[in-house]
C-alpha cells in the first residue's frame, strides 16, 4: 500500500542529503554533515516519534502495535527538533567546530521540508480537528470527524495555514542567507526557531487538544513553542555580539 506520508518523508531524507552535495551553503560543513548524516537522521526521527508517541499516549496505549508504524504518519517536529540540536551539538563538541557554523544551513532548509511534512498531513486529513464555516473549510466524513464536533462537515485546513507559514519563513531564511552568506553564525538558527515558535503559536487556537501534549494539565507544546522563540531570541543577540568586533575590524 502507498503512503504518501512515508514518501514525503522519504524524499526529504534524499533531498537533504543532495543539499549536502550540492548547496553553495555546505561548502565548510559538507564533510562533517556526510559522516554525521544517519546520526542525526536516527535522532530526529527517534526524538520525533518519541514525542508523538507521549502526547497520543492514550491511543497507543490501545493500539501498542502501530507504535512503530511512523511510516503512516506520527512524527512530532518538537521531539526531532529536539533531536536534531542534540546531535548537533554532540557532533560539534566532537569536530571541535562551534554549534552556530554546523546548525545554519541545516535551519535554513528544514522550513521546506516541513511544509513538505505539512502537504502530506493535508493529504491524510490529519490535524483537521476545528470546524469552520469559511469556504475553503475541508470536508470530513463523519467517520473521521473529533467526536465533539461530528455534526460539522466543514474543518480548518491546519496544515495548509503552517505549510503556507513554513514556505514563507524558507523564503525569509533564504533570502537573509544570500545577502549576507550566513553571517553572523547563529543568526539563521535564531531567526528559525524565533519565527516557527511563532508561527506555532499562532496556529495553536486551531488544533484540538488531542493534537496536544499535557502534562500535569500543562500545555507542554506551547511551552516548547515559547522556549523556541526565547532561544531563536538568544541565539540572534549572542551571534551580533560575538559578530560586532570582527565586523568592526
Same mark, same amino acid.
Given at each position: 500500500?502507498?503512503?504518501?506520508?512515508?514518501?514525503?518523508?522519504?524524499?526529504?531524507?534524499?533531498?537533504?542529503?543532495?543539499?549536502?552535495?550540492?548547496?553553495?551553503?555546505? %561548502?565548510?560543513?559538507?564533510? /562533517?554533515?556526510?559522516?554525521?548524516? @544517519? &546520526?542525526? =537522521?536516527?535522532?530526529?526521527?527517534?526524538? #520525533? +516519534? *518519541?514525542?508523538?508517541?507521549?502526547?497520543?499516549?492514550?491511543?497507543?496505549?490501545?493500539?501498542?502495535?502501530?507504535?512503530?508504524?511512523?511510516?503512516?504518519?506520527?512524527?512530532?517536529?518538537?521531539?526531532?527538533?529536539?533531536?536534531?540540536?542534540?546531535?548537533?551539538?554532540?557532533?560539534?563538541?566532537?569536530? %571541535?567546530?562551534?554549534?552556530? /557554523?554546523?546548525?545554519?544551513?541545516? @535551519? &535554513?532548509? =528544514?522550513?521546506?521540508?516541513?511544509?513538505? #511534512? +505539512? *502537504?502530506?498531513?493535508?493529504?491524510?486529513?490529519?490535524?483537521?480537528?476545528?470546524?469552520?464555516?469559511?469556504?475553503?473549510?475541508?470536508?470530513?466524513?463523519?467517520?473521521?470527524?473529533?467526536?465533539?464536533?461530528?455534526?460539522?462537515?466543514?474543518?480548518?485546513?491546519?496544515?495548509?495555514?503552517?505549510?503556507?507559514?513554513?514556505?514563507?519563513?524558507?523564503?525569509?531564511?533564504?533570502?537573509?542567507?544570500?545577502?549576507?552568506?550566513?553571517?553572523?553564525? #547563529?543568526?539563521?538558527?535564531?531567526?528559525?526557531?524565533?519565527?516557527?515558535?511563532?508561527?506555532?503559536?499562532?496556529?495553536?487556537?486551531?488544533?484540538?487538544?488531542?493534537?496536544?501534549?499535557?502534562?500535569?494539565?500543562?500545555?507542554?507544546?506551547?511551552?516548547?513553542?515559547?522556549?523556541?522563540?526565547?532561544?531563536?531570541?538568544?541565539?540572534?543577540?549572542?551571534?551580533?555580539?560575538?559578530?560586532?568586533?570582527?565586523?568592526?575590524?
Amino acid at each position: 500500500m502507498f503512503h504518501l506520508y512515508g514518501f514525503i518523508l522519504s524524499l526529504g531524507v534524499v533531498a537533504f542529503y543532495w543539499l549536502i552535495e550540492f548547496s553553495p551553503f555546505f %561548502k565548510k560543513q559538507k564533510q /562533517v554533515y556526510s559522516n554525521y548524516f @544517519f &546520526l542525526l =537522521l536516527f535522532l530526529a526521527l527517534i526524538f #520525533g +516519534r *518519541l514525542y508523538h508517541l507521549l502526547s497520543s499516549s492514550n491511543y497507543y496505549f490501545h493500539h501498542p502495535l502501530e507504535m512503530a508504524f511512523f511510516w503512516q504518519g506520527g512524527m512530532s517536529i518538537i521531539g526531532s527538533l529536539i533531536g536534531l540540536v542534540i546531535g548537533l551539538g554532540i557532533i560539534a563538541q566532537r569536530e %571541535k567546530i562551534s554549534f552556530s /557554523v554546523l546548525a545554519d544551513p541545516l @535551519f &535554513l532548509y =528544514l522550513p521546506f521540508f516541513q511544509a513538505l #511534512g +505539512r *502537504l502530506a498531513n493535508l493529504y491524510n486529513h490529519e490535524l483537521l480537528d476545528k470546524p469552520t464555516n469559511l469556504p475553503w473549510g475541508i470536508y470530513l466524513p463523519p467517520s473521521q470527524r473529533p467526536a465533539e464536533y461530528l455534526e460539522f462537515k466543514y474543518f480548518h485546513p491546519l496544515p495548509l495555514y503552517e505549510l503556507l507559514f513554513d514556505l514563507v519563513l524558507f523564503f525569509f531564511l533564504l533570502n537573509r542567507a544570500k545577502r549576507n552568506h550566513l553571517q553572523p553564525p #547563529g543568526q539563521i538558527t535564531g531567526w528559525y526557531f524565533f519565527f516557527y515558535g511563532l508561527i506555532r503559536l499562532v496556529c495553536q487556537p486551531f488544533r484540538g487538544r488531542s493534537n496536544n501534549f499535557y502534562f500535569l494539565n500543562i500545555n507542554m507544546s506551547l511551552g516548547f513553542f515559547f522556549f523556541f522563540i526565547l532561544f531563536g531570541l538568544f541565539l540572534i543577540i549572542s551571534a551580533r555580539m560575538r559578530y560586532a568586533p570582527f565586523k568592526d575590524n
